[in-house]
């Protein structure tokens, strides 16, 4: 039975209520079900085959918006100096128990040592009770938590009020900061409602001035027994902490919308659709902007796993505030990556790293075995290893988040001490115009023009993970650092009509996303104009290659062909014309290494390419 | 310009019709291939995974398939495909959770990934019983250059029938 719908969670009371032990319902609409329809929690239509985002309706304007500037950190209440009672106003601290992880790394979630820490930044409202009792009504006042987790409401009228907290942290720009978010915690396997707690019953406010809400954890005696109400609250304490990392330097940022889908059927089989929970594992999704996590508690939870969630924050960082070019695909530490998959990475675990100030990469995991007794996923992004089976360079999502945690850390972690701020700001600067691919080059070369002061230890950071620091650029044009020489140079140069240029697509590291699967030729068109580009195995037989194409312009996908018959020439249009002197980066391949389930074998296959224009 | 025949404009006309002789040659030689392209230019083309890039994790991924979703006391193949990029070191398959059914054979099987076939394949046969929620959690654990690293997996075995790569 879904804990949305029926399980009750105790509240508790403080001071004079200190007599009651409430029974508080967490429902998707309002108390025990009975409000139904709610516009506060409903979710976006979908219209099928168009992309759209997922975002949860906004609450009605909190009453403290404007003093709200970061996720709040300060209280000018406290447990002991609580609010005043008045006779016009609720107010009370909103909770909720974390599971921290064990101090020693492999024992994962320490349930043992769970905390109640305050839920800070959340939408909580006052409902005005339509019947008197039900928790099911109009929204009559609303507010934020403040830095403890205390919130105060006001509402209008008479009624009997019922508080609700929402799984959602949300401000709207206005003459105090243009920073705005909205950021929420959903169910996937329930149409995606939004994850709220209220109480179980409305009464006046003078019968109940001080309401805490309390979100438990549900691990009871060895297991869980209970609502896992804490879950979404716990990572909304994660988001708060990567969005305030953002604010820190950019205080005005305007994150938009991110909804966190959660839930307890969320687990690590993928056989089957996201809406049954079988999301395989915790992912960034920028078509709808949202993000999945795991909550399965037979295998893999992740509401108390900071990193995870703030890894996939970072990927929602590029994303909203700069720019990604990740193919995406399945990867690790010990892959041969294509390198805007390695660069986006090792971005994403970096910015974890450098917003929880924690370099200790650690994903809880609920199995172990007497072999295999360790029950998270852990690393210290920092290390770095001798041994050269160990993949080091631009196509190590290891080596990037390693440089740009020593980039964006202070120098008494062996940091540059540039701080996070000064990645975020060439992130979301002239580094998104970059016309070869969003990687480590066209990264690292705006980098050092744009933090010129620290240039010297840019360059020597990058030097350190066999990247060319000192002259790189954004074509890659000195690297030198591959596994094989037949991975290099990153770009061909292709910059007049009728020569050609030959590219090897291999799926010597691997297929889909890896290392050199995909080759990359620099397209400088000699004037403005549409082309025709011919993609021509080099073996032209039925042993040959079959030919995939890709235009990007600035990262951007505007033209793709791939073809079926191997052997075959393939030619593609550009579609529009495409500007004289302008760079163009054409991926080419070969697709039974690129394409899953293409029911081409993989292999490694060459192919010559060349432009004409075309009418 | 292409037209003039004087001078250099007759080698750029002399090449221009070479490169249509010589494309019309490249046609004729190569059959044209069919193409797949996409109908909106804009889309992202090859990207390998719909469900965006998930989370890091231990070098090792696990797809399966089952035979039927299994009456209670009948038999369930479970096809197991198991795919890691690494070319060494071990990988150890174990059962850590048996629910709604019973595996005929629960025990470890080490793979030796320096010598072993590809693809990696296991067969496991579960015998469901009464319970509705019926599930395995197999955990990997591969010896890496890094140390040993593990990834629970966990196999539904409830019907309905799905396709082992994700799609219903």
Known sequence: MSFLRSIKIKIKAVSCAQLFAYLLAIALNGCGGGGGGSSHTNSNPNTPGVPTTVAIAAPALPANNQFQLQCPTVSIFSVTAPPPITTSAISGRITFERVPFAQQHGDGLDYVNQQTLPARGVVVEALASSDGVQCSGSVVATAVTDGDGWYQLTPAGSANICVRARAQLYRVSDGSSAANWNFAVADNTASNVLYVMTEASAVSINDRPRRDLHAASGWTNGSYNTARIAAPFAILDTVCKAMDAVLATRAATQFGALTYFWSTKNTSDKNGTLQQGKIGSSFFNPNTVSIYLRGDAEVNTDEFDEMVIAHEFGHFVTHTLSRSDSIGGSHSLLDYEDPRLAFDEGWATAFAALALHDPIYRDSDEVSTPNSPSREFYFDIRQRFSNANIPTGWFSESSMQRALYALGSDTDDGGTGMGLGALLQTFSGNYRQTEALASIFSYGETLKNEQNTFASAIAAVLDMEQINGDSITEFADTETNTPSQLDLPVYRLLNTVGSKQQVCSSDAYGTQNTLSSRRYVRFIPPQTARYRFTIQPVNATSNGGVAGFELLDRGHSIAYQEGSTAGATLTALSGSALQSGRSYVLGIFHTGNVIEHANVAAGDQCFWVSAVTAP | ?168
């Open chain 2, 1 to 168: 310009m292409l037209l003039g025949f004087g001078g250099d404009g007759t080698m750029k006309w002399i090449n221009f019709v070479c490169l249509l002789f010589i494309s019309a040659c490249t046609q004729s030689a190569l059959s044209a291939d069919n193409v797949k392209q996409t109908a909106d230019n804009a889309a992202h083309g090859a990207k390998p995974s719909a469900r965006g890039s998930p989370s890091p994790s231990a070098p090792v991924d696990l797809t399966y398939r089952i035979s039927d979703s299994g009456a209670t006391g009948q038999p369930i193949a479970i096809d197991i495909a198991i795919n890691t990029r690494l070319n060494a070191g071990s990988l150890l398959v174990e059962v850590a959770k048996q629910q709604g059914a019973t595996l005929l054979d629960a025990s470890a099987h080490r793979i030796d990934l320096a010598v072993a076939s590809r693809p990696l394949t296991l067969q496991l046969t579960a015998i469901p019983t009464a319970q509705t929620e019926r599930f395995i959690v197999l955990l990997l654990t591969i010896d890496t250059e890094m140390g040993p690293m593990s990834r629970s997996f966990r196999i539904d075995l409830s019907p309905p029938v799905r396709d082992a790569n994700g799609a219903q």
